[in-house]
């Protein structure tokens, strides 16, 4: 989807249907949902440093990831 400062931002296909968003870099990965708000759903070996910054720029990205995520699952929902 997108790239920040080293961080990939992007989706997985087949996944639970609720709008999240990933990021990874090389010292860890996280993953933030932005429905019905943004928030942290889950952080793998990011400082909180790291995760405050990302939450900031998902919250200040979110309607961009939105278009993306429903561009990316067509109706929707990526339900199988």
Same mark, same amino acid.
């Given at each position: 989807?997108?790239?920040?400062?080293?961080?990939?931002?992007?989706?997985?296909?087949?996944?639970?249907?609720?709008?999240?968003?990933?990021?990874?870099?090389?010292?860890?990965?996280?993953?933030?949902? $932005?429905?019905? *708000?943004?928030?942290?759903?889950?952080?793998?070996?990011?400082?909180?440093?790291?995760?405050?910054? $990302?939450?900031?720029?998902?919250?200040?990205?979110?309607?961009?990831?939105?278009? *993306?995520?429903?561009?990316?699952?067509?109706?929707?929902?990526?339900?199988?």
């Amino acid at each position: 989807m997108f790239t920040w400062k080293g961080y990939r931002f992007y989706f997985f296909s087949r996944e639970e249907p609720r709008m999240h968003v990933h990021v990874v870099c090389a010292h860890g990965e996280a993953k933030f949902w $932005l429905e019905p *708000a943004v928030e942290v759903a889950r952080n793998h070996r990011l400082t909180e440093k790291q995760v405050s910054e $990302l939450e900031s720029i998902v919250r200040e990205r979110k309607d961009e990831i939105g278009n *993306a995520w429903r561009r990316h699952f067509p109706g929707g929902s990526n339900q199988r």
